[in-house]
């Protein structure tokens, strides 16, 4: 079964939304929208904390919890993870899987030593991309920020080896433009792993839910700012795509 997974960007405890990941604006509260949109029929609920890497801070422990309190599908929780207990603190407030992204770059032990006490199923290694003028893509840190240099490709497939579950690219390029999602990331991704990836950066329309599935071998699809400003719900997206 293809998911469909609404994701909420959260910065001071409110939901936001930026394009290319700058020009960041408050579009509301993350528990209402979390309840709507598990009522809507999304099958896992994705919630970042965009600035608490940069911040130097942990993602809000209270603010999980309220969130997963509202909703009974499975939520993904990343931003400010860096350490086991990190990620031991954020299942226990009820997460059902964390995202690493910077923390594994620093230091790839940590995706093995996280895979091997809590187990494959409830890490995702969240990486953000975007290609470069020789076309190959790059891997960012710091929300985005820093590029490491590093080819994007070489990373998942260490990161598969290493432990992680799933893979959750973010394409920087199409991130909040809504002109659909980066099909030949998509397509690299997939050929070079054997774990679920999630398309995540470009969505606004119908369409490109259908597109992201039939061009490639995603098995989840994430979306934010069609979902927060209403252009459609969760249900019209199913109801499509049936």
Same mark, same amino acid.
């Given at each position: 079964?293809?998911?469909?997974?609404?994701?909420?960007?959260?910065?001071?405890?409110?939901?936001?939304?930026?394009?290319?990941?700058? $020009?960041?604006?408050?579009?509301? +509260?993350?528990?209402?929208?979390? %309840?709507?949109?598990?009522?809507?029929? &999304?099958?896992? *609920?994705? &919630?970042? +904390?965009?600035?608490?890497?940069?911040?130097?801070?942990?993602?809000?422990?209270?603010?999980?919890?309220?969130?997963?309190?509202?909703?009974?599908?499975?939520?993904?929780?990343?931003?400010?993870?860096?350490?086991?207990?990190?990620?031991?603190?954020?299942?226990?407030?009820?997460?059902?899987?964390?995202?690493?992204?910077?923390?594994?770059?620093?230091?790839?032990?940590? *995706?093995?030593?996280?895979?091997?006490?809590?187990? !494959?199923?409830?890490?995702?290694?969240?990486? +953000?991309?975007?290609? %470069?003028?020789?076309?190959?893509?790059?891997?960012?840190?710091?929300?985005?920020?820093?590029?490491? $240099?590093?080819?994007?490709?070489?990373?998942?497939?260490? &990161?598969? %080896?290493?432990? &992680?579950?799933? *893979?959750?690219?973010?394409?920087? +390029?199409?991130?909040?433009?809504?002109?659909?999602?980066?099909?030949?990331?998509?397509?690299?991704? !997939? $050929?070079?792993?054997?774990?679920?990836?999630?398309?995540?950066?470009?969505? $606004?329309?119908?369409?490109?839910?259908?597109?992201?599935?039939?061009?490639?071998?995603?098995?989840?699809?994430?979306?934010?700012?069609?979902?927060?400003?209403?252009?459609?719900?969760?249900?019209?997206?199913?109801?499509?795509?049936?």
């Amino acid at each position: 079964m293809r998911k469909i997974i609404p994701c909420l960007d959260i910065k001071n405890g409110m939901v936001v939304k930026g394009v290319n990941f700058v $020009g960041i604006k408050e579009v509301g +509260d993350p528990v209402e929208f979390a %309840q709507k949109y598990c009522e809507d029929g &999304a099958d896992e *609920l994705t &919630a970042l +904390d965009i600035t608490a890497t940069v911040e130097g801070r942990k993602t809000k422990l209270d603010l999980i919890s309220r969130i997963k309190k509202v909703i009974n599908i499975p939520l993904i929780v990343g931003g400010g993870i860096r350490n086991l207990k990190d990620i031991e603190e954020v299942l226990v407030a009820g997460a059902d899987k964390v995202g690493i992204n910077t923390a594994a770059v620093n230091d790839k032990h940590l *995706l093995k030593e996280a895979a091997d006490k809590f187990g !494959c199923d409830k890490i995702v290694l969240a990486v +953000d991309t975007k290609r %470069q003028t020789n076309g190959k893509y790059t891997v960012y840190i710091n929300g985005g920020r820093d590029d490491t $240099g590093i080819d994007l490709i070489d990373w998942v497939k260490e &990161a598969e %080896q290493l432990g &992680a579950g799933e *893979l959750l690219p973010t394409s920087i +390029d199409t991130d909040g433009k809504t002109r659909g999602y980066d099909i030949s990331l998509y397509n690299l991704v !997939c $050929g070079a792993v054997k774990i679920p990836v999630t398309a995540s950066g470009g969505c $606004g329309k119908l369409e490109d839910f259908k597109e992201v599935f039939d061009k490639t071998d995603v098995s989840a699809a994430l979306a934010a700012s069609v979902f927060h400003y209403g252009t459609f719900t969760v249900k019209d997206v199913k109801k499509y795509l049936k």
